[in-house]
């Protein structure tokens, strides 16, 4: 996906509120909505969604499938129609447009709210994932953070180097 402008950083424990909401911090709302405030909201694994920029998501999208309908129709795929039909049913429920209310409020659509594996009035961890934002299950991003801290250095070094 497109980078935004602004690098996206910070960590911030919320709450779902009744209705399967929740506020996310302006500063990580301001760099998703600089073309308008419909975004994209993304399963990325079990107990993590993301959100994006719409632009930048539909961008990313379009030239995406657009490669895969040209190989179809080069029939560079024709072995691999099980491979499409996954990517397919992938694409077709792995993510939804959403819109930021005021204040950066987000509602949580049926299933996300099930793969997000959190109930109204439980907490969650927002992210700042450099280019998106992150929605997390705090034991997932826990679990997370244990496999991937100790890396930390060495990924830091090689993309900054």
């Given at each position: 996906m497109s980078a935004p402008q602004e690098f996206i950083l910070g960590e911030f424990p919320r709450t779902l509120d009744e209705r399967h909401r929740l506020s996310i911090p302006q500063e990580l709302v301001d760099p998703l909505v600089t073309g308008g405030f419909d975004c994209i909201l993304a399963k990325e694994r079990p107990g993590c969604l993301s959100l994006w920029s719409s632009a930048a998501w539909q961008a990313k999208l379009d030239e995406g499938v657009d490669l895969v309908k040209s190989?179809?129709?080069?029939?560079?795929?024709?072995?691999?129609?099980?491979e499409v039909q996954l990517l397919s049913r992938l694409l077709s429920t792995r993510h939804k447009t959403v819109q930021?209310?005021?204040?950066?409020?987000?509602?949580?659509?049926?299933?996300?709210?099930?793969?997000?594996q959190v109930e109204q009035?439980?907490?969650?961890?927002?992210?700042?994932?450099?280019?998106?934002?992150?929605?997390?299950?705090?034991?997932?991003?826990?679990?997370?953070?244990?496999?991937?801290?100790?890396?930390?250095?060495?990924?830091?070094?090689?993309?900054?180097?």
């Open positions: 190989k179809i129709r080069a029939g560079k795929l024709a072995g691999q129609i099980e930021l209310a005021g204040r950066g409020r987000l509602s949580i659509p049926d299933g996300f709210r099930e793969f997000l009035g439980g907490e969650v961890i927002v992210v700042g994932a450099g280019v998106c934002v992150e929605i997390w299950n705090p034991p997932a991003w826990l679990a997370y953070l244990a496999v991937e801290m100790p890396g930390f250095r060495q990924l830091f070094d090689k993309l900054s180097g």
